[in-house]
């Protein structure tokens, strides 16, 4: 199983991107998907989950700003970012439990400056 994730980029603050992550290889089943994210010097902290029911969850600083979905017969988890700031800028890393083990995307770069 891999995840590939894209979508990724450079924006000014109150702007908006959309991350997609993509798992490909022999899926059978599916429990969490998510983004979790490092900023320079800081700890990798969750963003936003989505269960195989639909259920949803986020982080305190990207609530009402961000939104989590995914479509399972595209095997993909989106990650909407509105309103972006500044403190948003880190390495967003797509996450999924697949066949009751873990895997992680490589990175992609989210910078919102000026």
């Known amino acids: 199983v891999q995840l590939q994730a894209s979508g990724g980029g450079l924006v000014q603050p109150g702007g908006s991107l959309r991350l997609s992550c993509v798992a490909s290889?022999?899926?059978?089943?599916?429990?969490?998907m998510g983004w979790f994210r490092q900023a320079p010097g800081k700890q990798r902290e969750l963003v936003a989950t989505i269960t195989s029911g639909g259920d949803t969850d986020y982080v305190d600083s990207v609530k009402g700003r961000f939104t989590i979905s995914r479509a399972n017969v595209k095997n993909t988890v989106y990650l909407q970012m509105n309103s972006l700031k500044p403190e948003d800028t880190a390495v967003y890393y797509c996450y999924a439990n697949i066949n009751a083990r873990d895997y992680w995307g490589k990175g992609t770069q989210v910078t919102v400056s000026s």
């Open positions: 290889g022999s899926i059978f089943s599916f429990n969490v």
